[in-house]
C-alpha cells in the first residue's frame, strides 16, 4: 500500500474515541481543526500482470488469501529466485509492503598492510582481495591523496557491507572515489573529510587534511533494482534499510557520536544514488531505519535520535520518501526499565519530533515484553508461553499495561502531533513468533513458531489505533513449523476479526459499532452474564466495507442496534462476530459501559 497524504477527517477522533472502555451515548466524531495538516493518503499498488514467467517459474500475481497484516520484513537473499517465490507468497496473503533487513557502518582498524581487520582483529576474508596496483584498497587511497598533497592521509577506514551496488551518484570527486572490480566482487572507495561530516563539495584535495575513508564490499548486480522491479509486478512497495549507525561500545544499544558524522556522509551519498535512479519508482515506498530504541520517557536524550533527525533530514532533501522506524516496547513491572503506556506515548512524541514519517512499534508479544490481555483480565494467569519471560504470574502483576493500551495512548500522541502539524504514521508491528520453542524457528536465537490464533488475537489488540498492520517477520517466522503460519493464513484467511466496538447511537436509535476485518454477511454476538444476543447485521443493521482514509486495509465497519440500557452498569460484555460459514472471532472484544 503506498502511503502519501491522508486527509484528515473523522477518522482520527474516531480512533481516539474508541477505547476499551464503551462511553455512554457518544457523539459523532468531530471533524478535525482546519489547522492541520494532510497526512498520507494511500494509492493501492496494481501489479503490472496476472502472472510472471521467468526462468524462475510461472508465479500469479493475485491476492488469494488477504489478511489484515499487509507487510512483512524480509532478509537478504543470494537467490534471486527466492525474493520473487517471498514477494509471490506475501502478496497472496494481500501484503503490499516489504522491508528490507539492512547491514551496519562499521568503524575498523587495519593491519600494517592497509588490510581490513575484524573487530577480534583477523583479517577480514571479505574485505582482503580489494587491492589496487598491488596495494590495499586502504594503502591505494593514500597514496592518491598524498599525491595531491603529500600531507594528506587517512586518518580512519570504515566498513560498510551490502548487496546492493552503486551507480554514479554515490561518488561526489571522481579523481579519488571509485568503484573497484576484484574478480566478482565490487568495492566502492568514498573519501570524506574530517571535518564534521561536510562532505566538501569543491573536490579540491590539495590542501592537506585527515580524510575517512567509507569501503563499500557491494555486488555486481543491484539487490534493490530487482526488488523494484519486483515490486512493480507483484503491486509491493519495497522500504531499503538505510545504514545502521556503529553503536556505542559501551552501551551497545544507543548509536555512537564519535562516528556520526561518516555515517552522515555514507547516507547521503547512497540517497543522492537512490535519488538519481529511483525517485520516480512507485514501489520505492520509503526507506527502513534499522537502529532499534525502546521507548522510554528517556529517550529524548538518546542520541539514536540525533541519527534519525539527521537520516530524516537527508532522505526530504534528497528522496523525499518516508522514514520508517520500529522502536520496541516493555511493559514488565519487574524490570527497572519497563515503561507504562503514558510514558511510551511521551517516547512517540519524541521520535515524531526527528522528522521520521512512520513509527512501527513492535507489540514485543513475540519477545514476551508485553502481554495481550484485557482490564478484566488482570488477575489472570499469563499464556504459558510467556512464562520463560515472566514466571508464573498474572498478567496484572507482570505488565503495566496490554498492548492495546499501548497503541491507543500512542494514537493520542499521534493526534496531537497532527494538530501541531507534524505528519507521522502509526503502523502497529506485531510480532509472529514466540519467546521461545522446541523448535526454533532462525538457525540463531531461541524463537519459536506462533499460530493464527495469537496472531489474529495481537491484530485485535492493535484495535483501530494505527493506520497499518506489519509484522517481523517473513522469512523463517512465517514459513516455519508444520503447518507454517503462512499455511494457517491461507486455510483460515476468512475468519472475522473484531478489532473495536463502541455504543453508537444512529438517528434516535442505541446502538454498537463494530470494526474489523471479514466482516460481511456477518452476526454480531454480545454475550454478559447469562445473555446472549445474536444480531445479523444485513437483516437488523447496516455494513461499510470501504476503510475510512485513517484505518488499515480491509478495516470494515458494522452497525447493529442494540439497547445498551438492558446491560447492567460496569457488566463486561464481549462482542464477536460469527459468519454462515461457521467461522467466528477467537479473540472477543470486552466492553462495557461506565458506569
Given at each position: 500500500?503506498?502511503w502519501?497524504?491522508?486527509?484528515?477527517?473523522?477518522?482520527?477522533?474516531?480512533?481516539?474515541?474508541?477505547?476499551i472502555?464503551?462511553?455512554?451515548?457518544?457523539?459523532?466524531?468531530?471533524?478535525?481543526?482546519?489547522?492541520?495538516?494532510?497526512?498520507?493518503?494511500?494509492?493501492?499498488?496494481t501489479?503490472?500482470?496476472?502472472?510472471?514467467?521467468?526462468?524462475?517459474?510461472?508465479?500469479?500475481?493475485?491476492?488469494?488469501?488477504?489478511?489484515a497484516?499487509?507487510?512483512?520484513?524480509?532478509?537478504?537473499?543470494?537467490?534471486?529466485?527466492?525474493?520473487?517465490?517471498?514477494?509471490?507468497?506475501?502478496?497472496?496473503?494481500?501484503g503490499?509492503?516489504?522491508?528490507?533487513?539492512?547491514?551496519?557502518?562499521?568503524?575498523?582498524?587495519?593491519?600494517?598492510?592497509?588490510?581490513?581487520?575484524?573487530?577480534?582483529?583477523q583479517?577480514?576474508?571479505?574485505?582482503?582481495?580489494?587491492?589496487?596496483?598491488?596495494?590495499?584498497?586502504?594503502?591505494?587511497?593514500?597514496?592518491?591523496?598524498?599525491?595531491?598533497?603529500?600531507?594528506n592521509?587517512?586518518?580512519?577506514?570504515?566498513?560498510?557491507?551490502?548487496?546492493?551496488?552503486?551507480?554514479?551518484g554515490?561518488?561526489?570527486?571522481?579523481?579519488?572515489?571509485?568503484?573497484?572490480?576484484?574478480?566478482?566482487?565490487?568495492?566502492?572507495?568514498v573519501?570524506?573529510?574530517?571535518?564534521g561530516?561536510?562532505?566538501?563539495?569543491?573536490c579540491?584535495?590539495?590542501?592537506?587534511?585527515?580524510?575517512?575513508m567509507?569501503?563499500?564490499?557491494?555486488?555486481?548486480?543491484?539487490?534493490?533494482?530487482?526488488?523494484?522491479?519486483?515490486?512493480?509486478?507483484?503491486?509491493?512497495?519495497?522500504?531499503?534499510?538505510?545504514?545502521?549507525?556503529?553503536?556505542?561500545?559501551?552501551?551497545?544499544t544507543?548509536?555512537?557520536?564519535?562516528?556520526?558524522?561518516?555515517?552522515r556522509t555514507?547516507?547521503?551519498?547512497?540517497?543522492?544514488?537512490?535519488g538519481?535512479?529511483?525517485a520516480?519508482?512507485?514501489?520505492?515506498?520509503?526507506?527502513?531505519?534499522?537502529?532499534?530504541?525502546?521507548?522510554?520517557?528517556?529517550?529524548?536524550?538518546?542520541?539514536?535520535?540525533?541519527?534519525?533527525?539527521e537520516?530524516?533530514?537527508?532522505?526530504?532533501?534528497?528522496?523525499h520518501?518516508?522514514?520508517?522506524?520500529?522502536?520496541?516496547?516493555?511493559?514488565?513491572?519487574?524490570?527497572?526499565?519497563?515503561?507504562?503506556?503514558?510514558?511510551?506515548?511521551a517516547?512517540f512524541v519524541?521520535?515524531?519530533?526527528?522528522?521520521?514519517?512512520?513509527?512501527?512499534?513492535?507489540?514485543?508479544?513475540?519477545?514476551g515484553?508485553?502481554?495481550?490481555?484485557?482490564?478484566?483480565?488482570?488477575?489472570?494467569?499469563?499464556d504459558?508461553?510467556l512464562?520463560?519471560?515472566?514466571?508464573?504470574?498474572?498478567?496484572?502483576?507482570?505488565?503495566?499495561?496490554?498492548?492495546?493500551d499501548?497503541?491507543?495512548?500512542?494514537?493520542?500522541?499521534?493526534?496531537?502531533?497532527?494538530?501541531?502539524?507534524?505528519?507521522?504514521?502509526?503502523?502497529?508491528?506485531?510480532?509472529?513468533?514466540?519467546?521461545?520453542?522446541?523448535r526454533?524457528?532462525?538457525?540463531?536465537?531461541?524463537?519459536?513458531?506462533?499460530?493464527?490464533?495469537?496472531?489474529d488475537?495481537?491484530?485485535?489488540?492493535?484495535?483501530?489505533?494505527?493506520?497499518?498492520?506489519?509484522s517481523y517477520?517473513?522469512?523463517?517466522?512465517?514459513?516455519?513449523?508444520?503447518?507454517?503460519?503462512?499455511t494457517?493464513?491461507?486455510?483460515?484467511?476468512?475468519?472475522?476479526?473484531?478489532v473495536?466496538?463502541?455504543?453508537?447511537?444512529?438517528?434516535?436509535?442505541?446502538?454498537l459499532?463494530?470494526?474489523g476485518?471479514?466482516?460481511?454477511?456477518?452476526?454480531?454476538?454480545?454475550?454478559?452474564?447469562?445473555?446472549?444476543?445474536?444480531?445479523?447485521?444485513?437483516?437488523?443493521?447496516?455494513?461499510?466495507?470501504?476503510?475510512?482514509?485513517?484505518?488499515?486495509?480491509?478495516?470494515?465497519?458494522?452497525?447493529?442496534?442494540f439497547?445498551?440500557?438492558?446491560?447492567?452498569?460496569?457488566?463486561?460484555?464481549?462482542?464477536g462476530v460469527?459468519?454462515?460459514?461457521?467461522?467466528?472471532?477467537?479473540?472477543?472484544?470486552?466492553?462495557r459501559?461506565?458506569?
Amino acid at each position: 500500500m503506498r502511503w502519501l497524504l491522508v486527509l484528515l477527517g473523522a477518522a482520527i477522533l474516531a480512533a481516539v474515541a474508541a477505547v476499551i472502555v464503551v462511553l455512554p451515548k457518544s457523539d459523532p466524531p468531530k471533524k478535525a481543526s482546519q489547522q492541520v495538516k494532510a497526512t498520507p493518503t494511500r494509492v493501492e499498488p496494481t501489479p503490472k500482470v496476472s502472472e510472471i514467467t521467468d526462468q524462475c517459474g510461472t508465479f500469479e500475481t493475485k491476492e488469494k488469501a488477504p489478511y489484515a497484516v499487509t507487510g512483512y520484513w524480509i532478509t537478504p537473499k543470494s537467490n534471486r529466485c527466492t525474493w520473487r517465490h517471498q514477494l509471490e507468497d506475501i502478496h497472496n496473503l494481500g501484503g503490499d509492503t516489504v522491508i528490507r533487513i539492512g547491514y551496519g557502518l562499521q568503524f575498523r582498524t587495519t593491519d600494517d598492510e592497509g588490510r581490513v581487520l575484524t573487530k577480534d582483529g583477523q583479517l577480514d576474508p571479505l574485505y582482503k582481495d580489494c587491492e589496487e596496483d598491488g596495494l590495499s584498497c586502504r594503502d591505494a587511497a593514500e597514496r592518491d591523496l598524498r599525491e595531491a598533497n603529500p600531507k594528506n592521509r587517512v586518518s580512519r577506514l570504515y566498513a560498510y557491507r551490502t548487496d546492493e551496488s552503486f551507480g554514479p551518484g554515490l561518488f561526489r570527486c571522481s579523481q579519488m572515489e571509485r568503484k573497484i572490480t576484484v574478480g566478482k566482487r565490487v568495492y566502492f572507495r568514498v573519501l570524506t573529510p574530517m571535518d564534521g561530516g561536510s562532505d566538501d563539495s569543491t573536490c579540491d584535495f590539495t590542501k592537506a587534511k585527515p580524510y575517512d575513508m567509507i569501503l563499500i564490499a557491494g555486488s555486481d548486480t543491484d539487490s534493490l533494482t530487482q526488488l523494484l522491479d519486483l515490486g512493480e509486478q507483484f503491486g509491493v512497495q519495497v522500504f531499503p534499510a538505510l545504514p545502521l549507525a556503529p553503536r556505542d561500545p559501551k552501551t551497545p544499544t544507543r548509536a555512537n557520536n564519535k562516528h556520526i558524522d561518516t555515517l552522515r556522509t555514507l547516507t547521503r551519498r547512497i540517497l543522492q544514488d537512490y535519488g538519481a535512479r529511483f525517485a520516480d519508482r512507485a514501489s520505492l515506498g520509503g526507506v527502513y531505519q534499522p537502529f532499534e530504541v525502546q521507548m522510554a520517557d528517556t529517550l529524548a536524550g538518546n542520541p539514536t535520535l540525533e541519527v534519525y533527525a539527521e537520516q530524516h533530514q537527508i532522505v526530504e532533501q534528497e528522496l523525499h520518501k518516508p522514514i520508517l522506524i520500529s522502536p520496541y516496547l516493555d511493559a514488565r513491572k519487574r524490570v527497572p526499565f519497563g515503561q507504562t503506556p503514558k510514558q511510551v506515548a511521551a517516547a512517540f512524541v519524541a521520535l515524531a519530533k526527528t522528522g521520521v514519517g512512520i513509527i512501527a512499534p513492535q507489540d514485543s508479544r513475540g519477545t514476551g515484553k508485553v502481554g495481550l490481555f484485557w482490564p478484566d483480565q488482570r488477575d489472570t494467569e499469563v499464556d504459558a508461553r510467556l512464562r520463560p519471560v515472566v514466571g508464573e504470574t498474572t498478567y496484572g502483576t507482570a505488565y503495566h499495561g496490554s498492548t492495546r493500551d499501548y497503541y491507543r495512548e500512542m494514537s493520542l500522541a499521534r493526534d496531537q502531533m497532527l494538530q501541531a502539524g507534524l505528519d507521522v504514521q502509526l503502523w502497529a508491528n506485531v510480532e509472529a513468533f514466540e519467546p521461545s520453542g522446541d523448535r526454533p524457528c532462525a538457525a540463531q536465537g531461541t524463537r519459536g513458531k506462533t499460530d493464527k490464533q495469537r496472531l489474529d488475537q495481537a491484530v485485535t489488540m492493535a484495535g483501530r489505533y494505527v493506520q497499518k498492520i506489519v509484522s517481523y517477520m517473513w522469512s523463517d517466522f512465517m514459513t516455519c513449523g508444520s503447518p507454517s503460519l503462512e499455511t494457517e493464513i491461507t486455510q483460515d484467511w476468512q475468519r472475522p476479526i473484531a478489532v473495536d466496538a463502541i455504543r453508537r447511537s444512529r438517528d434516535i436509535q442505541d446502538g454498537l459499532e463494530v470494526r474489523g476485518y471479514h466482516l460481511k454477511d456477518g452476526t454480531i454476538t454480545l454475550q454478559y452474564g447469562d445473555e446472549l444476543k445474536e444480531l445479523v447485521v444485513s437483516a437488523v443493521g447496516w455494513l461499510d466495507e470501504d476503510p475510512l482514509e485513517d484505518l488499515p486495509e480491509g478495516m470494515q465497519t458494522a452497525w447493529v442496534p442494540f439497547d445498551w440500557a438492558q446491560v447492567p452498569p460496569d457488566e463486561w460484555v464481549k462482542v464477536g462476530v460469527k459468519l454462515p460459514s461457521g467461522k467466528a472471532t477467537t479473540e472477543p472484544l470486552h466492553v462495557r459501559i461506565a458506569a
